[in-house]
């Protein structure tokens, strides 16, 4: 495995790429070119958990794929910040796809609560001229193929995950203007790429309605998506199994623990 860091320089930021790529091998037919999982872990752009990282990014590579764990800047930093280093990590991924055996055209996102709002910001602003002039990137240099979003936060609305908003805008810089701008629900349109989507019914952190918004405008944009609502299940389940349990056991439901074959699956078919 080539486990690396690499750093991604904005403007007025740095953040850290890790890579679990896989090395190919003249005995596996599969290891020449793989889809990359980008994986942004959530922490209400406050801090980024470690429980949606590395763990997930090792589960991903044991489902056959190679993934890098994005670890963006957070509170103090606002908006558009992070959404500016994912974008430049998408973009590192395409420049180097032929070093690293990367499926140039199946490089995911993959966002956890906070970080499944940033994935889905860069799943609807990609091709957007404030995106494009902020980051000084091509559009398709900076396109995800597809997005996996995991109990993402998506709307500032009435069902709204307050503190990640008040985080990524700062409560001073904070209005009606900006909170519709960045609630994606209101940002889908036809050139969104096709989504993963998974949430639990008894989330009371960030209420399944977030998905349920965001699948709508997708079903009316005509973006193909898979959509899995599990009724069990507390907020930030990660794998929802033993790896990525806090120790408390409430982490663990096995029903949901199937999310990352369901998602590899999902990702290894043509859409």
């Given amino acids: 495995m080539i486990s690396q860091k690499v750093s991604i320089r904005t403007d007025h930021s740095e953040a850290e790429l890790t890579t679990y ?20 872990p959530g922490g209400g752009y406050e801090f980024v958990s470690d429980r949606e990282a590395e763990p997930v990014a090792l589960r991903m590579c044991g489902l056959g794929m190679h993934a890098c764990v994005l670890r963006y800047s957070v509170r103090p930093a606002v908006f558009p910040t992070a959404l500016w280093e994912l974008a430049a990590s998408v973009a590192w991924l395409r420049r180097n796809r032929e070093a690293f055996g990367i499926d140039e055209n199946k490089i995911v996102v993959c966002g956890f609560s906070a970080g499944g709002h940033l994935a889905g910001s860069l799943g609807v602003f990609w091709n957007s001229p404030f995106l494009t002039g902020l980051t000084g990137l091509l559009a398709k240099e900076m396109k995800p193929d597809r997005l996996i979003l995991s109990y993402p936060v998506v709307t500032a609305g009435e069902f709204a995950h307050r503190g990640s908003f008040d985080n990524l805008l700062g409560k001073e810089n904070r209005d009606t203007k900006k909170l519709a701008f960045l609630s994606l629900e209101n940002q889908v349109t036809s050139s969104m790429p096709p989504a993963f989507l998974w949430h639990t019914f008894a989330d009371d952190a960030v209420p399944v309605e977030n998905t349920l918004l965001l699948a709508q ?13 599990f009724p069990k299940g507390i907020h930030g389940l990660g794998l929802a199994d033993e790896m990525t349990d806090d120790g408390s056991g409430r982490l663990i439901v096995p029903e949901c623990a199937a999310w990352p074959s369901l998602a590899a699956d999902w990702i290894w078919r043509e859409i």
């Fill in 217 to 229: 405008a997708m079903r009316r944009a005509g973006v193909p998506f898979e959509l899995h609502i």
């Fill in 21 to 40: 790529f896989q090395e190919p091998s003249r005995e596996l037919a599969a290891s020449a070119k793989r889809p990359v999982v980008l994986i942004c």
